[in-house]
C-alpha cells in the first residue's frame, strides 16, 4: 500500500516563507508523478494551487510555487499571509488512471 | 463559469445503496476526466474512481473497487457513482472534481464542486 507523506504541520510568521513536502513511503517523487497540490480552508471545498509539478491554476497568487527538492515534491509559499493559513494537500499521479493523494499538512500562519 | 452540483447525499443503512450525481456546466464535458473524491470528517481527502472523457475508462481506489461504479452521461453532462454494499468507513463527504482533457489526464483534479454528504449508519 502506497502512502503519500506529508508533515502534519507547520507554523509560519506573516511575510515569512515555508515549503511543505510531498514524498513517497517507498520510493522518490519526480515529474513523472505530476505531482499537484490543494488548499483547504475548514468547511470549504477544496482548492486547486499547483498541478504538473510547477503550473499554477488560474487565479493562484504566485507566492505559491511548485518543485521537485531532493525526491520529494514541494509547495513553497513566499511571503505568508493570514489567509494562507490551510489544510494543504499534494496528489501525486501513481499511473494506469490512479492517484494517491498525500496526508495532508495543517498550516498556521502567526 | 466551470460549475459543478452534486447531489443525492443522504442517511443509508449499512449494506445499501446510493447514487450520487454531479451536474456539470461552463466547459465541454465530454472532453475532461472526472474524479469523485471523499472526506471522511475532521480527516484528509481520499481519491475514489475517474472516468475519462467518453466513459469507456474507469479506475477505483483499493477501498471501493467491486463495490462502488462511476459512470456518465455526455448527453446530460453529468457524472455519477453508484454506490452498493456501503459501510460505515464510507461515511465522508462527496466531491465531485473536474479533471483535465485526454491530454493531460495525469494533471490529476482541476475544479472542486462543493460536495454532498453520505452517512452510512444504522
Request: hydrophobic letters at 30%.
Given at each position: 500500500?502506497?502512502?503519500?507523506?506529508?508533515?502534519?504541520?507547520f507554523?509560519?510568521?506573516?511575510?515569512?516563507?515555508?515549503?511543505?513536502?510531498?514524498?513517497?513511503?517507498?520510493?522518490?517523487?519526480?515529474?513523472?508523478?505530476?505531482?499537484?497540490?490543494?488548499?483547504q480552508?475548514?468547511?470549504?471545498?477544496?482548492?486547486?494551487?499547483?498541478?504538473?509539478?510547477?503550473?499554477?491554476?488560474?487565479g493562484?497568487?504566485?507566492?505559491?510555487?511548485g518543485?521537485?527538492?531532493?525526491?520529494?515534491?514541494?509547495?513553497?509559499?513566499?511571503?505568508?499571509?493570514?489567509?494562507?493559513?490551510?489544510?494543504?494537500?499534494?496528489v501525486?499521479y501513481?499511473g494506469?488512471?490512479?492517484?494517491?493523494?498525500?496526508?495532508?499538512?495543517?498550516?498556521?500562519?502567526l | 463559469?466551470?460549475?459543478l452540483?452534486?447531489?443525492?447525499?443522504?442517511?443509508?443503512?449499512?449494506?445499501?445503496?446510493?447514487?450520487?450525481?454531479?451536474?456539470?456546466?461552463?466547459f465541454?464535458?465530454?472532453?475532461?476526466?472526472?474524479?469523485?473524491?471523499?472526506?471522511?470528517p475532521?480527516?484528509g481527502?481520499?481519491?475514489?474512481?475517474?472516468?475519462?472523457?467518453?466513459?469507456?475508462?474507469?479506475?477505483?481506489?483499493d477501498?471501493?473497487?467491486?463495490?462502488?461504479?462511476?459512470?456518465?452521461?455526455?448527453?446530460?453532462?453529468?457524472?455519477?457513482?453508484q454506490?452498493?454494499?456501503?459501510?460505515?468507513?464510507?461515511?465522508?463527504?462527496?466531491?465531485?472534481?473536474?479533471g483535465?482533457?485526454?491530454?493531460?489526464?495525469?494533471?490529476?483534479?482541476?475544479?472542486?464542486?462543493?460536495?454532498?454528504?453520505?452517512?452510512?449508519?444504522?
Open positions: 500500500q502506497t502512502v503519500v507523506t506529508q508533515e502534519p504541520s507554523s509560519v510568521s506573516p511575510g515569512g516563507t515555508v515549503t511543505l513536502t510531498c514524498g513517497l513511503s517507498s520510493g522518490s517523487v519526480s515529474t513523472s508523478k505530476y505531482p499537484s497540490w490543494y488548499q480552508t475548514p468547511g470549504q471545498a477544496p482548492r486547486t494551487l499547483i498541478y504538473s509539478t510547477n503550473t499554477r491554476s488560474s493562484v497568487p504566485d507566492r505559491f510555487s518543485s521537485i527538492l531532493g525526491n520529494k515534491a514541494a509547495l513553497t509559499i513566499t511571503g505568508a499571509q493570514a489567509d494562507d493559513e490551510s489544510d494543504y494537500y499534494c501525486l501513481m494506469s488512471g490512479t492517484f494517491v493523494f498525500g496526508t495532508g499538512t495543517k498550516v498556521t500562519v | 463559469e466551470v460549475q452540483v452534486e447531489s443525492g447525499g443522504g442517511l443509508v443503512q449499512p449494506g445499501g445503496s446510493l447514487r450520487l450525481s454531479c451536474a456539470a456546466s461552463g465541454t464535458f465530454s472532453l475532461h476526466w472526472m474524479h469523485w473524491v471523499r472526506q471522511t475532521g480527516k481527502l481520499v481519491w475514489v474512481s475517474r472516468i475519462n472523457g467518453d466513459g469507456s475508462g474507469t479506475t477505483y481506489a477501498s471501493v473497487k467491486g463495490r462502488f461504479t462511476i459512470s456518465r452521461d455526455n448527453a446530460k453532462n453529468t457524472l455519477y457513482l454506490m452498493n454494499s456501503l459501510r460505515a468507513e464510507d461515511t465522508a463527504m462527496y466531491y465531485c472534481v473536474k483535465y482533457t485526454k491530454q493531460e489526464y495525469y494533471n490529476g483534479m482541476d475544479v472542486w464542486g462543493q460536495g454532498t454528504t453520505v452517512t452510512v449508519s444504522s
